[in-house]
């Protein structure tokens, strides 16, 4: 069964700080992954999609890359940004979408 | 991208009564749909998945009877909480996917039961 962590599961820091988020999984047999952002009380928004013979993929201030021989991803959030708070979500494909456990990031001014 | 529309966004509901959620997809053919499930600071749990015509696989521990999704046509799926319970109370995100493309999410049902 697919199991998918990301770390850290919170995340609080100042405005202009580069972050690493993490995301593991324990099966690499997977079609793609995926990173979304999830304001409170709201749906998802995606932010980039990893095919599994992709290495990386860059969005503006997010660039996200995919190891998926050893069952990792990070998103890579540049000059952070009061408006980047929200929970960011990882999650795997194989047959179905498997999502993460998250991580809510706070970035205060 | 695609568009998936979720309706209502908000239902409150007395105890016992049933509710059902609408999940669209606008602008394709969405031939699989997903109805996942989310507890307050928690991550998205898998309840379903659903194939037009066809009967949804439900993941372990979901119990159908309580949780019925029809997939009658290849735009619209519906969850339907039968007999709902406070416990129930939680948030409910479809997304659908046509084919092996790339799956978009509705904007989400929170759900209260009182």
């Known amino acids: 069964k697919q199991e998918v962590t990301q770390i850290p599961a919170a995340l609080s820091v100042p405005e202009g700080e580069n972050l690493v988020l993490n995301c593991s999984f324990t099966?690499?047999?997977?079609?793609?992954l995926q990173w979304f952002r999830q304001d409170p009380g709201k749906g998802l928004t995606s932010l980039l999609l990893i095919q599994s013979s992709q290495r990386e993929q860059t969005s503006g201030r997010l660039n996200a890359s995919l190891d998926k021989s050893s069952g990792r991803s990070t998103l890579y959030i540049a000059a952070s940004q009061p408006g980047d708070s929200a929970t960011y979500l990882c999650?795997?494909?194989?047959?179905?979408?498997?999502f993460g456990t998250g991580t809510r990031l706070q970035v205060f001014p | 991208g695609a568009v998936v529309s979720q309706h209502p966004s908000r239902v409150i509901c007395k105890s016992g009564t049933s509710v059902k959620i609408e999940c669209r997809s606008l602008d394709f053919q969405a031939t699989t749909m997903f109805w996942y499930r989310q507890f307050p600071k928690k991550s998205l749990m898998l309840m379903a998945t659903s194939n037009e015509g066809s009967k949804a696989t439900y993941e372990q521990g979901v119990e159908k009877d309580k949780f019925l999704i029809n997939h009658a046509s290849l735009t619209l799926s519906t969850l339907t909480v039968t007999s709902a319970h406070p416990e129930d109370s939680s948030f409910y995100i479809c997304s659908a996917r046509m084919g092996g493309q790339e799956a978009f999410f509705g904007q989400g049902t929170r759900l209260t039961v009182v």
């Open positions: 999650a795997v494909r194989a047959d179905k979408l498997i």
């Open positions: 099966d690499s047999a997977i079609y793609n």
